[in-house]
């Protein structure tokens, strides 16, 4: 063998010992991030977190300026925050210890030059060690080793691409729970200041007052005695301001106080009062001013009672109305006979029949029934035509008060309305006159005695409530 053809065979038997610059195997991409990473300072031996460490220091360095800025209480939980980052530190380190590379076949069977045996050998024996195939070999070894390295590459940067993915979610979870636990501490340190206990004696004081204004544990009538006491309750209930008991307590300061002015109101109307512990006194007159207008307090109990007894003193205003027409008429009437002169004894007692037979006339007997289906078969005593028929017996007269007062109880208890009604004299019975009430619809409601002012329906129970 000539002596170039060993040197040739020499120089290709070092080849794969060639030390190549790092610069030359990196791509674009990565030359970009070594830059990077040596500008940062970072070294070859630090972790994936180190490096990050050092990449990000001013972002790092900016947060801890801020997190120097919290309270006592704050820079716990900091601490507690870089103690965890500490312990994923030690476990990134770990694990990527236990992936560092796998070393290329090169880097563990590395070529070596031909020794001076080697060299010495004959030509013709090198030649029947067939070369073209040996180099193939080491092609197939090389590019073997490429891929190894390639696959070695990869796997190092799927791991990266990994642990990086990994200390991102945990930051993630860590901040998030950081930020979980500042909301949750805000919102306890609100609930405390605005929901304070109050002194539970000042809500027992509260309450027994409150409940002293009612006459019954269910709180549907009210004590006209208790009613000055109002100024007493306020005052507990500002003892109450700022506690969670404070908001329950106004509510039923206000509704109590709603319903005392509506009763205030409404009895103000009246020349006494017309409700008096929840109950309407029917005998109370309203004053001859008084203006009623509807009320309503949220008590239904209540709200029924105002009804009635706003009811009664309208009723009571049309009556005085009606009563002083007639008057006025029966004064005309009076003033007519006395400048007549009668000549005769008999035209003198036709006068006075006439008169008497104008002023029952005038009862008011509400609307017509012509037309009407009248229920007369409901009624409580039986009918008399020939009593009827009797228009001028006394017994017909009313006793003073007695129709405008069972008017006004059927208003207030919403059997009629206003003067919508149906009045018919039904019989005479032991000198009293008789008479059924009708709603317009010719409805019967009850049969009521003109003199007494008893009336009874046919209402259960009442059937032997009958007055003769």
């Given amino acids: 063998m000539s002596k170039k053809r060993r040197n040739r065979h020499k120089k290709e038997g070092q080849e794969p010992q060639f030390d190549f610059d790092e610069a030359k195997e990196l791509t674009v991409g990565q030359a970009i991030r070594k830059n990077e990473e040596v500008e940062a300072g970072v070294l070859p031996e630090d972790s994936i977190l180190d490096k990050y460490v050092k990449q990000h220091k001013d ?17 716990v939980e900091t601490q ?33 030059p031909l020794d001076d045996e080697e060299q010495g050998l004959d030509p013709l024996l090198l ?60 919102t306890k340190e609100i609930e405390t200041s605005q929901s304070t206990t109050a002194n539970q004696s000042d809500v027992d004081d509260f309450n027994t007052l409150y409940d002293a204004f009612y006459t019954d544990s269910n709180k549907t009538a009210l004590k006209n005695s208790q009613f000055d006491k109002l100024s007493q309750l306020k005052t507990l209930l500002d003892k109450l301001e700022g506690s969670r008991e404070h908001t329950l307590a106004k509510s039923k300061y206000d509704s109590l106080a709603t319903q005392i002015k509506a009763i205030q109101d409404v009895n103000a109307q009246f020349e006494k009062p017309a409700i008096v512990d929840g109950v309407l006194d029917t005998n109370a007159k309203a004053k001859s001013d008084a203006k009623f207008t509807d ?16 009811s009664l003193g309208k009723s009571q205003q049309t009556n005085a109305s ?10 005309s009437s009076s ?40 229920q007369r078969s409901a009624s409580r005593v039986a009918y008399n035509q020939s009593a009827i028929d009797d228009s001028n017996n006394s017994a017909w007269d009313f006793a003073d008060g007695v129709l405008e007062q069972i008017l006004a109880t059927s208003r207030s208890r919403g059997y009629i309305t206003g003067d919508q009604y149906i009045l018919e004299r039904v019989n005479i019975v032991n000198g009293n006159g008789y008479y059924n009430l009708y709603k317009p619809d010719g409805t019967y409601l009850f049969t009521l005695n003109c003199k007494t002012g008893y009336f009874v329906g046919n209402g259960a129970g009442h059937a032997d409530d009958l007055d003769y």
């Fill in 59 to 75: 972002e790092i360095e900016a947060d801890k300026f801020a997190t120097r800025q919290y309270k006592k209480e704050e820079l």
């Fill in 295 to 310: 009320i309503k307090t949220g008590n239904t109990e209540l709200d029924k009672v105002l009804d009635k007894a706003i």
């Fill in 80 to 112: 507690s925050l870089d103690d965890l980052i500490q312990e994923m530190r030690e476990a990134v380190e770990e694990s990527e210890a236990s992936s560092e590379e796998v070393p290329s076949s090169e880097d563990i069977l590395p070529s070596l």
């Fill in 127 to 186: 030649e029947d060690e067939n070369p073209t195939e040996m180099t193939e070999e080491v092609e197939e070894e090389q590019n073997l080793s490429r891929l190894e390295q390639e696959d070695s590459e990869k796997k190092s940067k799927k791991g990266f691409v990994l642990t990086a993915l990994a200390l991102v979610s945990i930051i993630i979870c860590v901040s998030a729970y950081y930020v979980y636990r500042q909301v949750n501490r805000s």
């Fill in 335 to 374: 003033q007519t006979s006395s400048n007549t002169t009668s000549e005769t004894s008999p035209s003198s007692s036709n006068a006075a029949s006439n008169e008497t037979r104008s002023s029952r006339s005038e009862v008011n007997m509400g609307v017509s029934s012509a037309g009407v289906a009248v």
């Fill in 322 to 331: 009606s009563s002083s027409s007639s008057q006025t008429s029966s004064s």
